[in-house]
Structures are given as structure tokens and as C-alpha cells.
């Protein structure tokens, strides 16, 4: 036998006693014939910002592979790896691919994170450095209207397949130990990528165990009565994807608006028109913001009038100044961290309407956030129970200037010991509601005596 059949043999029973696979074998080898072909292709950055049809650059590619000297028994592999990364999402397509990751974070040069199910993970198989990530985020913003270099180093992209990248360039960093054990920064792009979980309906969520049937039952009636909402939380508590479900319930004759710094939410709704912003142009000049949209729907005759996320003292203003002039529905959400309770989004919303320019006093602000929302949702994320939960359920009463406070009754609460939902009873005022248009609701509980709570302003 020759020497080199006997040095194939001995790698091949190494390899063996390794659990390798052919596949992770030719991975494994091919792996530096990949990093020169990458390196090859970002060194001549012939074709970043407009990818060719996959069938061209597979030519490309072949004919690079071959004047760099890539071996034949890789070429395939490499060159197929190399498309993958470019035409998918590389080394983060598992994760991608993955139904219960819904948000992915990428340090350059230092680790890659991942929520799966609720919780956090760390994946060394993603880790990308910083050239890498670099160069993926030219590949991903490809073909769209977003822009990321070094001069503008952040970027907020929706990505054609649907997904929101966001990319901070600095100033940014990530900490590691040195060899004594202090902790050092160390300059690094980071992208987070988030994922549209798929459209939920309001059953499904209570399968789920995101609230019980009472609260089902009690959200059906909330929004055949058009009641105007707000859902807080959170991020990640899963805010829109319960408003999503709720807009599932319109009737099929209204005609919804829908507006968004981007186009996340997936409504269930069989009419909706989406109105986005526009960020400025490279003059600065053509910026279109989420309040002037919300401003613009008064002018359209719709519905329904529904905000993705409530951010700003403006927004909340002409959001709040909308919903008294809507015909029937209005709702959106607000970012409250934690377990929130309803206490704590009015004081959320109330900080936000007096920082307004118009500095409106309290009797104003009262009056805004009574007449512009009927309940406030809150939700949580409860990965120790296995998922999402509504924590709480309100129902606001009119606000009353001579104490200057702002009424309300608990509707639901969770108690987290028991996994359970204790559902208090409706308020009179809604039962009296529904009895005007002739709805009959006489499977939820009235409060006859109900416990009221406020904030005061």
C-alpha cells in the first residue's frame, strides 16, 4: 500500500472517531477554500448593492473560484456555500428557518444571540466578524432603498422577504475579558434582526394560554362594540401580534387605517390601507412622519384608525385627538417594560402628552386619555410559564377635574402562582353600551360593586 493511501486511511479512522459525517468532513475542508473565495469577491466588490439573477452569479462565481485556484473536489461546495450566503441569510439561515426564534442579535467579532421561545441562547455556529457582518448587511439592503456605510453608520430596514434589520455601525462595541480578567470594549457592528411571527388568531392565542376563554368572550364583545383600546407592554411581550388578532374581529364592511414607522403588523382585517413614514432624503428635505399620517386619516373618511406603536408626544397627541373623531374604532400600543399595570401606562401616556409643544393642561390631558381609550390591555413576557400573557385588563371611566384624577376598574388579572385569569366583571357603562345597540352580553359578569382605582395628575 503507498504512503499516502495509508495517510488517508489513518485521517479517515480519525475522522471517524470523531463522529464526523461526510458532510461535516467536506465542510470542514472546504471551509478555507470559502473564507479565500469571500475574501476574493469583497476585495473586487463588483456587485454588492444590485445582486445579478442567482444563475449569473453562480457562473461568476465558478469561473472566480477557478482563477483563485480553489480545488476541484470544493469548487461545488464552495461555490454553493457562497450563494447560500449571499441569496439567504448565510450562517444565520438556521436560525431563520427556525419557527420559534423570533429575534437574533449579531456582535461582530464577538458572539451572535437568539430568542427562541422566549428565551435567550447564544450561538456559536452564527458568530460572523465584523467583515462578515459587514458585508452581509450590503448583501441583505441589496436591491432596496435603505443605505449603510460607515458615514451613516445606523440603518432600520424592512427587508423584501418581510424581516426588520437593524444596524448600528457607532459609535457601538461589545465587552471582553482581558487576560487579567478586566473588561475591555472592543469596536463592533451589531445588526438585530427581527421576525414576523406568522398571523395569530384570537383562539389560538387562548390555546396558547395567552389568556383564558373569559377574556376570548370579553375581547369578542370589545370589539363588536368598537371599544378603542390600548395594548401595553414590554418588547417582545407580544403587543402587536394581539392587536393583530383583535383587528380579525372588524367587520368586513369597515375600512381600516393602519399606520407604522414600518410595515410590521400583519392584520387580520379583510380592508386595511397602510400608511408608513418616509425618512428624509440625502438634502435632509421629503420626510413624512407617523403623526402627519395619523393627521392625514382624518381627512379619508376611514372606520377604523388603528397606530402600530405609540413613541412620541406627538403621535400620542394627534392619536388621542383622532380617536374622538373616528366613527368607530380606535387602538394602538405602548412600550411599558416589566409586568405593567394600567397605573403605570397612564402615567406612561400622560408623561408623554404633557412633554406635547402645545403643553396642554391637565384637564386637557384627563380628557384626551378617557375619551380615547375604553381599556388598556397589558401584557407580559413569561418565558417561566411557557410564553405570552395578559397580565391585566381596565376599563377607563371619565376623567374628573375637580380631583384631577383619572378613574378605573379591573376588568381581568393574572396571577402568576396559578397560571390563572380571575375576570372581575365588566363596568355598567358597558353592559349600558351594548344594550343601546341592541347587543346582547349577558354571559360576562357585571361589577355591581366595583373597586375603582386612580391616577391622579
Known amino acids: 500500500m503507498r504512503l499516502a493511501d495509508v495517510e488517508a486511511a489513518q485521517k479517515e479512522m480519525e475522522r471517524a472517531a470523531r463522529g464526523e459525517t461526510g458532510g461535516e468532513r467536506l465542510a470542514q475542508e472546504a471551509e478555507p477554500h470559502y473564507q479565500r473565495l469571500m475574501a476574493e469577491i469583497r476585495r473586487r466588490n463588483e456587485w454588492w448593492r444590485e445582486l445579478p439573477p442567482r444563475k449569473s452569479a453562480y457562473a461568476y462565481l465558478g469561473r472566480l473560484a477557478g482563477e483563485i485556484g480553489v480545488p476541484h473536489a470544493y469548487r461545488e461546495y464552495v461555490v454553493v456555500t457562497a450563494l447560500n450566503d449571499m441569496y439567504s441569510y448565510g450562517k444565520l439561515q438556521r436560525l431563520i428557518d427556525d419557527p420559534l426564534v423570533s429575534d437574533i442579535q449579531v456582535y461582530g467579532d464577538s458572539a451572535t444571540f437568539y430568542i427562541r421561545a422566549g428565551k435567550r441562547h447564544e450561538s456559536t455556529e452564527a458568530r460572523m466578524t465584523n467583515e462578515e457582518l459587514y458585508a452581509f448587511v450590503q448583501r441583505k439592503l441589496s436591491g ?17 422577504d418581510g424581516y426588520r434589520m437593524h444596524v448600528v455601525g457607532g459609535p457601538a462595541g461589545w465587552t471582553v475579558p482581558d487576560d487579567e480578567g478586566r473588561r475591555l470594549e472592543r469596536d463592533c457592528l451589531i445588526v438585530t434582526i427581527r421576525k414576523p411571527l406568522r398571523n395569530f388568531t384570537l383562539e389560538e392565542l387562548c390555546q396558547l394560554r395567552v389568556f383564558d376563554e373569559t377574556i376570548l368572550h ?7 362594540l368598537a371599544r378603542p383600546f390600548l395594548i401595553v407592554g414590554g418588547t417582545g411581550s407580544s403587543k402587536s401580534t394581539l392587536m393583530a388578532a383583535l383587528l380579525g374581529l372588524i367587520p368586513p364592511n369597515r375600512l381600516s387605517a393602519i399606520i407604522e414607522e414600518m410595515p410590521e403588523l400583519q392584520p387580520l382585517c379583510p380592508w386595511a390601507a397602510r ?3 418616509r425618512p428624509p432624503n440625502a438634502e435632509g428635505r421629503g420626510a413624512v412622519r407617523m403623526a402627519e399620517q395619523v393627521v392625514n386619516t382624518l381627512r379619508m373618511q376611514f372606520d377604523n384608525v388603528y397606530v402600530g406603536e405609540i413613541r412620541t408626544a406627538r403621535v400620542a397627541w394627534e392619536f388621542l385627538q383622532a380617536a374622538s373623531t373616528v366613527t368607530h374604532q380606535t387602538g394602538t400600543t405602548l412600550h411599558v417594560r416589566g409586568m405593567p399595570d394600567t397605573a403605570a401606562a397612564i402615567r406612561r401616556l400622560a408623561a408623554l402628552l404633557s412633554s406635547h409643544e402645545t403643553r396642554p393642561g391637565t384637564a386637557m390631558i384627563g380628557d384626551l386619555i378617557t375619551m380615547g381609550v375604553k381599556h388598556v390591555i397589558c401584557m407580559t413576557s413569561a418565558p417561566e410559564h411557557g410564553g405570552k400573557r395578559v397580565v ?6 371619565p376623567y374628573e377635574p375637580r380631583e384631577r384624577r383619572i378613574p378605573y376598574v379591573v376588568v381581568a388579572q393574572w396571577d402568576p402562582a396559578t397560571d390563572t385569569w380571575r375576570f372581575h366583571g365588566i363596568t355598567e357603562a358597558m353592559r349600558d353600551e351594548a344594550r343601546m345597540w341592541g347587543c346582547d352580553i349577558s354571559g360576562l359578569p357585571v361589577q355591581q360593586k366595583p373597586e375603582v382605582h386612580s391616577v391622579y395628575l
Open 144 to 160: 432596496t432603498h435603505y443605505r449603510f456605510d460607515l458615514s451613516n453608520p445606523s440603518c432600520d430596514a424592512i427587508l423584501p
Open 218 to 224: 370579553f375581547f369578542g364583545w370589545m370589539q363588536r
Open 275 to 277: 400608511l408608513y413614514e
Open 392 to 397: 391585566e385588563i381596565a376599563e377607563m371611566l
